[in-house]
């Protein structure tokens, strides 16, 4: 484990597989993970790439800020970027996020002064920006049943959000809880008896301020368009708290996009890491060379 300092002065666990000579590809965890949410993507990926996960601000065993404001959009891109910035060892990085990780990965791709990436994975895991944008497309069209599904978002987001509230409901264990209900419900039960550990709300229950500093105010200031970077869209069929549909229409300004739905639930890198190990492969494979990238048409995959 090696560390690298924030702009603000936290520190991060950055962790390493693989040979530093082969391509580089950073994976970024989601809410309530910390890096070994990544265990069986890194199994897959580490014979052939230098493969970096890190416990993002707030978890696992990095910094922990105490104030909302420290866990802002800016802020965590930051974080990435600084990453980013320690381990390329000169060749560019592929970017792979989950949930939050796809959130902050996305933010950091949508600015304009983003370095050294290749490309991107997203998994579970939209640009809040683009959110707005999306409902408005839906709207137009007249594709309110679209709208209706992401009915939970709001309420599970708005509790989250509260101050103090959220951080004491990680800290009893009762996220934990209602996770591990969904987990068995909708992930592959071989799977989850092999990796039982799963998120961890309590033990990562600073992270959970995420919510309340970037929710409400991206939702009401949007500011992040598309992106030059290759982008491959992975929508888990049973992911119940971003649900396919939500994932199937993405910017119209990113030219470089390919969206597949896979098997599994929402913490699919976690249950099911062959198949997103298998596709992050490829598609790293498909665009390790900046100079040679071609549009890609949405493909679903059983």
């Known amino acids: 484990m090696t560390t690298v300092t924030t702009s603000d002065g936290h520190d991060l666990a950055v962790h390493s597989a693989g040979d530093i000579s082969k391509p580089t590809v950073v994976l970024v965890h989601g809410f309530p993970d910390d ?11 580490a014979a052939d790439h230098h493969v970096v996960t890190y ?45 939050w990780g796809s959130v902050q990965a996305w933010h950091l791709i949508t600015d304009p002064r983003v370095r050294r990436v290749l490309s991107f994975t997203s998994v579970s895991g939209p640009c809040i920006d683009h959110v707005p944008g999306w409902v408005a497309r839906k709207a137009k069209a007249g594709r309110y049943g679209d709208i209706a599904t992401m009915w ?9 959000s509260i101050p103090l509230l959220a951080p004491l409901l990680a800290r009893l264990g009762l996220i934990d809880a209602t996770l591990k209900l969904a987990i068995k419900a909708i992930e592959q039960p071989e799977q989850v008896d092999r990796r039982p550990a799963g998120p961890s709300a309590r033990r990562n229950a600073a992270s959970i301020r995420i919510y309340g500093a970037n929710v409400i105010s991206r939702l009401r ?43 599994g639930g929402h913490w699919a890198p976690t249950y099911n890491p062959t198949v997103v190990g298998d596709l992050v492969a490829g598609w790293i494979a498909r665009h390790q060379q900046a100079d040679g990238l071609q549009d890609m048409s949405s493909e679903e995959v059983r």
């Not at 890096?35 to 990926?45: F, M, S």
């Open 35 to 45: 890096h070994t949410a990544w265990e069986g993507i890194v199994e897959r990926l």
């Open 55 to 99: 416990d993002t601000r707030g978890t696992g065993a990095s910094g922990r800020p105490g104030r909302i404001a420290d866990y802002r959009l800016d802020q965590l891109a930051a974080d990435l970027q600084a990453v980013i910035d320690h381990v390329d060892t000169g060749g560019g990085v592929h970017l792979v996020g989950h949930d």
């Open 152 to 160: 939970k978002s709001p309420l599970y987001m708005g509790l989250f």
């Open 221 to 263: 200031n949007p500011a992040r368009g598309g992106t030059d970077v290759p982008v491959q869209v992975l929508t888990p069929h049973r992911d119940i708290f971003v649900p396919p549909v939500t994932q199937r229409d993405p910017h119209p300004d990113i030219p470089t996009i390919e969206i597949r739905e896979i098997p």
